[in-house]
């Protein structure tokens, strides 16, 4: 498998079942601590009402031939109070995650190890379902080092008001939102040691979905976007557009369901428009 498709293809997995595995040290905290969240407990709510067993995920090159050093399956118990979810890829080695719910359906843990290292999330809720707290340790399994890193939610009525990120227990980060009339966050702000670090702004569309999450890029002097998203008939997200950190480049993601609302398929694009790969969705029901 060619080098650049593969973080394509661990994103999608690490996506769709396992949420914030490796992306607490960036920005976009509301994208990635509360929608991605309610996204990973949505999916698995699918995955309930369709009594799915298992899933395999098949790799594609753009020349259509099949990626065989790739393999990711993912796997229930009987009550889908966990998850699992394991890779295995000829360039990074395997992988495996597991994320567990509770009696709601919320994802209150989950743990993504590697050969290298081992990442511990913990997820608690108020009593309406907002998430409280979002605690993620990592440690090497060489170097026996552990970090820790804890984003603790404050709201006002159903907006959040800020966010304190607090990494080791000492250095703190404080994130400020803004939220319209509907009660979606538009703005998100850092702030640490009183000094701002950068602001992310959020758009929606005219049924109140998210379509874009942007930032200001200081080497363009204007805004740029880092996520687009669209919506078909249905209201499932059919594209989404991914713009490299700093840069112009993009990756465009098109996906395709069966009518249970289960993803069949998923293709990729680059900036050109050529195809760069896609992911295959294999189901095992359950008594089928």
Known sequence: MKLHLFPFLRSLALLNIVILSGQQGFSQYYYHDIVLTAQNQQ?????????VVSIKLLSYEANGQLSEDFICDITSNDSYTQIKTFTQSGLTGMSSSTAFYNFKGQLYRSVDSSKESVNKYEYSYDSTGRLLAATNVSEGFTSKIQQKETHEWRYDNNCPKNMFRIKNGTDTTIVQFVCDEQGNVTEEESWRHNISNEKIYYYY?????????VRYNNRLGKLLPDYIFEYN?????????????GGSDYLTWRYEYAENGLKTRELCFNKQKSLVGKI???YTFKNK
């Not at 999916?43 to 009594?51: A, D, E, I």
């Not at 569309?205 to 999450?213: E, G, I, N, P, Q």
């Open 43 to 51: 999916q698995r709510q699918l995955y309930k009402k369709n009594s």
């Open 205 to 213: 569309d005219t049924l109140h979905r998210l379509s874009d999450v």
């Open 280 to 282: 295959e969705y294999q």
């Open 233 to 245: 008939d249905e209201g499932r997200l059919a594209q989404m557009i991914a713009v490299q950190q």
